[in-house]
């Protein structure tokens, strides 16, 4: 799912982690923990922006990327 992705947006909570793919690739296990719910399923909301994945809802983060 991160193959093609840039860059990923994670909310958590109020906040929303950014990741940046170009500049380092985290291992698979941090990304896996920052995309599934607690069930193993892909958390949700999850909308893909062109190079740019959006994963939770963050009201800010959907601001700045959908503009």
């Known amino acids: ?3 093609n ?3 990923i947006y ?5 906040r929303a ?3 940046d793919l170009k500049a380092s690739r985290p291992r698979k296990a941090e990304l896996l ?5 607690p069930t193993g399923g892909l958390r ?3 909308l893909r922006v062109g190079r740019t994945l ?6 800010e983060a959907y601001a700045q990327i959908l503009k």
Do not use: C, Q, Y
């Open 10 to 14: 994670v909310a958590r909570g109020k």
């Open 54 to 59: 959006l994963v939770g809802f963050n009201e």
């Open 44 to 46: 949700a909301p999850t």
């Open 5 to 7: 992705v840039d860059e």
């Open 33 to 37: 923990t920052l995309l599934l719910g």
């Open 17 to 19: 982690i950014h990741v």
């Open 1 to 3: 799912m991160t193959r």
